[in-house]
Structure formats: structure tokens, C-alpha cells
């Protein structure tokens, strides 16, 4: 497993967000798309990171599945196989010597999945009018953010692992 700084994981996500905000404010379409497009470029990176993750989680614990296969259910139950896979890891993670949070980050990813679904059904079958579609979008990317702040705590939780096991080796 190794250990990550997550300011670079913090600055993603806040970029999408602001991106996302300055895509709303905008009435040029070919600006939107441009930005909207950095919004989706922000998410692979959110998926790469999980995928990488779960690959040290893999190597550490010998528990779960290659970082590919990780990608493939993902991509292929639309992301419900991501809400297992955050209680899943942060099982993993306690057995690693990190406080058992995984039931937090079952709901916390529930919240967020209902949400995100919610709203595409929402926009998609254009029930809401402009300004309730903004305030979706706003509450859309603030369920985004909820997805790398669990993401981000995951890492931490590692990181705490890792700097134990190395303050403990060092001590020997």
C-alpha cells in the first residue's frame, strides 16, 4: 500500500466543482461544453484513483478484485457495485489496523447515489424548470464532492496505517 497526499485528490475535486459552478453561470454553449467535459475529465480521474486504491488494497489485504475488474463493475451494474465496494474497503482498511467506518461510508455513498440518480431522472424528464435544474446540478456536484471526500478518508485512514507500521519498524 502506499501512502498519498491527498491535497492533490482535494484539489480535483474542488476544481470540479468550481467548473461545474462557472458551466452554470455561462450561456455560452461552447464554453459549457468545454467545462463540462473538465467535469467529466475530474471523475475519470475520481474512478483512476479508486481503481489504484483498490489495487493496493488488493496487494495489502490479498482480499477483493483487480483494479480492472474493480473498473469493469463498476462500468457494468451503472455504479451500484461502487456502494459495495466502499463498505467492502473500509472493512479491509479495519483489518489493516484503521477504525471500522465502513458503515459510514455505505450510507454516506447511498446519499450520494440516490442523489445523482435523482437528479438525472429529474433533468432527463425535463420535470424541473431553469432554476430548479441549477439548484439539481448544485446539489448534484455537492454529492460528487461527498463521493471524494469518503474517497479522501479512505486514504487518510491508509496513510494513518502506514505511517504506524513505519514508526513501529523504525523503533525496533
Sequence with gaps: MRRRNLI?????????????????????????????????????????????FQGDLKTETGEGKKPWGHFGLALLTLGIYMIYWHFAAGKRLAKMGAKDRSILYLALNLIAFVVSVTTVVLIMGKIVDDVGLIALKVINEVSSLL??????????SANKVLDARVSKGASK
Design 8 to 52: 492533490t485528490i482535494g484539489i480535483v475535486a474542488l476544481l470540479s466543482l468550481i467548473l461545474s459552478v462557472i458551466s452554470m453561470c455561462i450561456d455560452n454553449e461552447a464554453v459549457v461544453s468545454v467545462l463540462d467535459i473538465a467535469v467529466l475529465l475530474t471523475m475519470i480521474y475520481y474512478l483512476y484513483f479508486q481503481c489504484i
Design 147 to 156: 463521493l471524494f471526500a469518503i474517497l479522501m478518508h479512505m486514504q487518510y
